[in-house]
Structures are given as C-alpha cells and as structure tokens.
C-alpha cells in the first residue's frame, strides 16, 4: 500500500531565506511523486513531479524537489521565498484501486507562512 | 486557469435543499474526481469515474449522489446534506490508462465552498 506523510503541519520563513518542506512516502513499487500548493480559498495547483526519469525534479515559481528512494524521502525546496509562497502544500504519491485504476494519495498538507 | 472549472464557487443551503455541483474539464481527460476538503483533515477523496464509469464510491452517505454524463462534465447532487457536510469540494481531472499504476496528475478546480446551515 502506498502512504506519504509530511513532517511538518507549520514551517515558517522569513522572506528571502530558504524553504524546506518534508515529506516521506511509502510504496510497494516504484512511485509517481507531486508536489501541489494551495492558495487561500484556491484549488489545489501542480507544483512538480517525479515519475522515474531525474532524480532532482524543478517545477514552476522555483521550487525543486529531489527524489531519494534510500532516504525514502521527497522533500521539496526553494533558494529564497517570496511572499507569494505564503499556502499549503501537499505531498502526494501515485497509487491505485483495486480495479487497476490510478488514484492520488495525499498528505496532510504543511502550511508555509513567510514573513518580511 | 487549470483548464477545470466548477460553479458556483460559493453555495450557502439549508438541510432540506436540494442543490448540485457542477465540474467541466476543457483538457480532454478521460477521468473525473470529487475530493471533499474540510478544515484540519487531510483531503477526502469521494467518487471516480473513468471513460464516464463510476469507479470508486470512497464510503460516501447517499445524500452525495454523482452523475458524469460525459467525459467533460461531471455533477454532485446534494441533498439533506448536515452541518458537517460544510466544506469545499474540489473537483479534478486526469487522462488515465485502467490497468496502469498512474503517473498521471491531476487538475484541479477552483472548488466550491459549501456552507449548510
């Protein structure tokens, strides 16, 4: 069975310092691994994804993640936050039915707040 | 934005309304999701369709009933819905192969917050 947990609920930065947002997962095959952000009172948004090719991914606003399969581990980064990075952001694997149909398995979310 | 677009994105309705949710998707995928998202709990996935067959009814009570006439749209029918029905719902899109472990995302909408009062 597939699983992801995100190891913080709360991170909080200060406007032009990193980010660093974790997340592991659990799989019983290789996985599809995202990274989706959500606004306030937005849908969720596709940030990046990992489906075997690169290990070090990049995704759109300048956030990369870096898949470690050791570690287990797809943690998501960026340089030097912005204000606009202030949302939720959750970690999500691939996984699928028992009918053989795919389905998302999502974390609980971390919410990022960035501070002048 | 995403190509996926729900309406209304606001809904206020008292328990003994009937009312619907409406998705379309412009990115010609040929599977459709509802998630339910509430405040403080992870995001609930409810029905499935793919190629417009249900696939997944994830334990949801009866007062949530969906409906995909086609590929490109897809509704919630809400009726006696309870306070703890209040949340947004999000509704998403992807292409999917059946029989294939997905490495397929998916797109969401804007969502609908729904209040029932």
């Known amino acids: 069975a597939q699983s992801v947990t995100q190891l913080d609920s709360h991170v909080s930065v200060s406007e032009g310092t990193p980010v660093l947002l974790r997340c592991n997962y659990s799989?019983?095959?290789?996985?599809?691994l995202f990274w989706y952000v959500q606004h306030p009172n937005k849908g969720l948004q596709l940030l990046l994804k990992?489906?075997?090719?690169?290990?070090l991914v990049k995704g759109i606003n300048g956030f990369e993640a870096e898949f470690k399969k050791s570690e287990t581990s797809f943690h998501l980064t960026k340089p030097s936050a912005h204000m606009s990075d202030a949302a939720e952001y959750f970690c999500?694997?691939?996984?699928?039915?028992?009918?053989?149909?795919?389905?998302?398995?999502f974390g609980a979310g971390t919410r990022l707040a960035v501070h002048p | 934005e995403t190509g996926v677009t729900q309406t209304p994105r606001h809904l206020v309705m008292g328990m003994t309304n009937k009312k619907s949710l409406k998705c379309e998707q412009h990115?010609?995928?040929?599977?459709m999701y509802w998630y339910k998202q509430s405040a403080k709990k992870p995001l609930e996935l409810m029905f499935v369709?793919?190629?417009?067959?249900?696939?997944e009814n994830n334990s949801v009570p009866s007062r949530f009933s969906p409906e995909c006439p086609n590929s490109s749209h897809l509704f919630l029918h809400l009726h006696t819905l309870q306070p703890e029905d209040s949340a947004l719902y999000l509704c998403?899109?992807?292409?999917?192969?059946?029989?294939?472990?997905?490495?397929?995302?998916?797109?969401f909408g804007p969502g609908t917050r729904l209040t029932v009062t």
């Open positions: 999500v694997v691939s996984g699928m039915f028992s009918g053989g149909y795919n389905k998302l398995i």
């Open positions: 998403a899109s992807s292409q999917d192969l059946p029989g294939r472990v997905g490495t397929y995302e998916q797109y």
């Open positions: 369709y793919s190629l417009e067959e249900r696939v």
């Open positions: 990992y489906t075997s090719a690169a290990t």
């Open positions: 799989s019983s095959y290789s996985p599809s």
């Open positions: 990115l010609g995928h040929n599977a």
